[in-house]
């Protein structure tokens, strides 16, 4: 729910802001800046305890090495929140942060089921699916310019 707050929020501020900085008077440039804030905040998460056990224990069995998978995630994550406050990077930024949110999509449902590790997310399954739905929905505002 935290990186739901944090897009919705810096997005709005954002796009207020646009009323005395033109540069942010446009939709597409205040979500950038949303979303960069929103994965700034997921990337850090990557990093510290305890949240980043929680993550490594709903990396799908599957997939060998999920200490390193969340590193690497965490910073695509950051380095992608960088790209989306650079204008010429800002359109490619938000299609690989999209592509990256459908990658990381099958963790998603992973920690929807039984309880892997008391620092993991507990989001149930449907909520987590529709907050997904937003991000992507906000990386394609940023793409298509609204």
Do not use: K
Not at 123 to 136: A, C, E, G, I, K
Request: charged share 10%.
């Amino acid at each position: 729910m935290a990186p739901l707050i944090v897009l919705v929020a810096v997005t709005a501020l954002a796009r207020l802001a646009g009323l005395f900085v033109q540069p942010l008077n446009d939709w597409s440039v205040a979500t950038a800046i949303g979303l960069a804030a929103m994965f700034v905040m997921t990337s850090i998460t990557h990093f510290v305890q305890p949240r980043r056990r929680g993550l490594i224990a709903i990396v799908p069995p599957v997939f060998a090495r999920p200490d390193i998978l969340v590193s690497i995630t965490g910073a695509l994550e950051f380095v992608g929140a960088i790209g989306l406050l650079v204008p010429v990077t800002r359109v490619a930024a938000a299609v690989c942060l999209a592509l990256l949110l459908l990658a990381l999509f099958p963790a998603n449902v992973y920690a929807a089921g039984a309880q892997r590790h008391s620092d993991s997310p507990h989001t149930p399954l449907v909520p987590r699916t529709l907050y997904q739905l937003v991000f992507l929905a906000a990386c394609v505002v940023v793409v298509v310019g609204i």
